[in-house]
């Protein structure tokens, strides 16, 4: 059987680390691969394209964070029974998945291109970039199933503590992007199209090759064909699980996508700057990201193993690990988020503005260490409607309107508009405080 990593024994910070590196490395592949369409369009193409990617991409996240969501209900669920030791079940659980999976991503692919003008409408599309914006939401939402595919891959394997496999699915896709917007792009012109269609056919390219080498892999259960059957027990669970991740995700991508609409309808040049500073800011938080994501699946298994005292040392090591590097990206997006900005435009407007956007982003960089770390702290428990309730308040009741305010002030700039995103954080991680503390008091079992 291949070595896969046990979090309920043993060390915590290396095992933690090892399992941390290749999620790292795999979402920073996935930030490539949504910073190469931008940087591609953005060096070819006009402000106009810029802004139907950035817009077209922002939303097409949102949705992909809603499937992603309901996938760490199963990385959960998965990791829960191999701290139990009955890593046999997992043939049921992925099967079962696996279906629901099935059946969301044929009503997404049927749906998304109908309503693709809706969306563009919704967010404001400024009018020179509207028509791009709508090709770019048919083309990837049409794609739906290979979307869901390709996180459900990534989504499997972390609840078995093997971060390696989604490293490679991940890199396949990212090099087969780059080379579709190189072809589709810089060669043939094509503007938004060519990058819309980079983004689907790298991932079914991805899902296709990720299929072939996982039958060659050893896992821990066996899934029959017979085990893809609706299982209400284990589809309950799951939604149960993945459900509060997943409308949190939602909602709180729908809280950007406001945020980018009121941005919007500032004009083109503050739309092309926050598309930019978005793709940046993807990079900015790849350590706190990695880190939510380990948690959950640390977390997961110890729990499931009744070790709540290693949680929470787990839990510990990386907040002081994810600080670390917080700090330095504060520094780096602060005093040099111009140069940043440089790697994926070249009008020199457009990079002023998302420069002055990741000012504000850079204060969260000091946060998020906290709050990513608390989320996949609480994921990992169960404590998914947590999680979901603390993110809509931080969404709605800060980042939203405080943003709105903002915008109708009157000569106000990108970087007052984004500090309502530190400002949402840091009432997040009040409340996550408080839920530790009411966890303290009616377990015992922590700290």
Known sequence: MEKRIDFTTGKIVGPLLRFAGPVLLALFLQAMYGAVDLLIVGKFGSSADVSGVSTGSQMMITITNLISGLCMGMTIYLGQKIGEKKAQEGGQIVGSGLLMFILVGVVMTIILPVIAPQLATIMHAPTEAFDLTVKYLRICGGGAVVIIAYNLIGGVFRGMGDSKTPLVTVFIACICNIIGDLFLVAGLHLGTVGAAIATVGAQFISVIISLVLIRKKTLPFEVHRD?????????????????????QDLLVGISFLVIMAIVNSLGLVESAGIGVAEKVCAFIMLVPSSF??????FVAQNRGAGRMDRAMKGFKSAVAISFAFGATMFFVA???GDVLAGLFANDHEVILAAADYLKAYAIDCLLTCFLFCFVGFFNGMGYTRFVMAQGIIGAFGVRVPLSFIISRMGSTSLFHIGLATPSSTALQITLCFGCLLYMKKKTNTFF
């Open 292 to 297: 939510m994501q380990s948690m959950s699946a």
């Open 227 to 247: 085990m893809i059957k609706w299982d209400s027990k284990i589809i309950k669970r799951i939604v149960f699980l993945g459900a509060p991740i997943s409308i």
């Open 334 to 336: 602060f005093f040099h």
